[in-house]
């Protein structure tokens, strides 16, 4: 992870996912600048979804559900080691996620390019950053009833969802 001193520094780009500048996390989120992220979409070998309940600590978000592991790719750090890095530091998972889609995502909240991946998984999960309150293991139809119910990421969902909600 890049950081400048004990600051993690963000690459912010451009809509054609060119880096056009550098700057502390923080004022990432304080000015909703673009910048690249990952979500990996994590299935068991019976088609069950990995989803989490995300820490109250986080800087936007606090104590919403999750369909996706994931997060800001650093400064400087490709996609595919940001997706390594966040399976193994959200789930101590230890994986090469495939590719699926790519997209951007903009609300109030959050702007951003964002990379897709998905890995079936079928060990142990473990919250390795505290980042992660608590995990569950769902169906797709478990999902929709939770979705129903509890706040989840938008951004997830609107660049994963349709791969799961899918007919």
């Given at each position: 992870m890049a950081k400048g001193g004990d600051v993690e520094l963000i690459d912010v780009v451009d809509a054609d996912d060119r880096v056009i500048d550098t700057v502390p996390r923080s004022v990432m989120r304080r000015d909703v600048l673009r910048h690249r992220a990952v979500f990996i979409l994590v299935r068991d070998p019976e088609g069950r979804v990995l989803i989490h309940r995300r820490s109250e600590r986080k800087d936007i978000w606090a104590g919403w559900w999750d369909i996706a592991i994931g997060g800001v790719v650093a400064a400087g750090e490709s996609y595919d080691d940001a997706a390594r890095r966040e399976l193994w530091e959200e789930a101590g998972i230890e994986a090469l996620p495939a590719f699926v889609s790519a997209?951007?995502?903009?609300?109030?909240?959050?702007?951003?390019?964002?990379?897709?991946?998905?890995?079936?998984?079928?060990?142990?999960?473990?919250?390795?950053?505290?980042?992660?309150?608590?995990?569950?293991?769902?169906s797709t139809e478990e999902l929709k009833a939770l979705e129903a119910r509890h706040a989840f990421l938008p951004d997830s969902l609107a660049l994963l969802g349709p791969r799961l909600f899918r007919a």
């Open positions: 997209g951007a995502y903009d609300d109030a909240e959050v702007s951003l390019i964002g990379r897709c991946y998905e890995v079936c998984h079928d060990g142990e999960v473990e919250p390795r950053d505290g980042e992660v309150a608590e995990f569950r293991w769902v």
